[in-house]
């Protein structure tokens, strides 16, 4: 059985910074691409960063670019999103997920498996 379980998500005022972090297990780790996207009230879920199965190549949605770093730690079975300089419009829920996907996509549909999400919310 698959579980990606995110954590990390929490109360920060705007300028601030968050870690998250997705536990996976039940899926050869290192053979998938991995994503985090987010989905704040009332928007579709969007693409926030996705990182290569090796971690040689990452991508970002250009509202992050420069702010947010992934990475992955094959050996733990993790992926993270490091997030700096926090903005209100930042505020959602963030989701990991795993795609076999040929290439490391930004589309939500070539996503394989997602986790349950946690919760950002910036102040401002």
């Known amino acids: 059985q698959v579980q990606l379980v995110e954590s990390g998500g929490g109360l920060v005022q705007a300028g601030g910074s968050l870690r998250l972090s997705c536990a996976s297990s039940?899926?050869?780790?290192?053979?998938?691409?991995m994503g985090w996207f987010r989905q704040a009230p009332g928007k579709e879920r969007e693409f926030v960063a996705t990182?290569?199965?090796?971690?040689?190549?990452?991508y970002y949605a250009d509202s992050v670019k420069g702010r947010f770093t992934i990475s992955r730690d094959n050996a733990k079975n993790m992926v993270y999103l490091q997030m700096n300089s926090l903005k209100p419009e930042d505020t959602a829920v963030y989701y990991c997920a795993a795609t076999r996907h040929p290439i490391a996509t930004m589309r939500t549909n070539d996503y394989d498996y997602w986790g349950q999400g946690t919760q950002v919310t910036v102040s401002s």
């Open positions: 039940g899926l050869s780790f290192s053979s998938y691409h």
């Open positions: 990182i290569t199965w090796s971690g040689g190549r990452t």
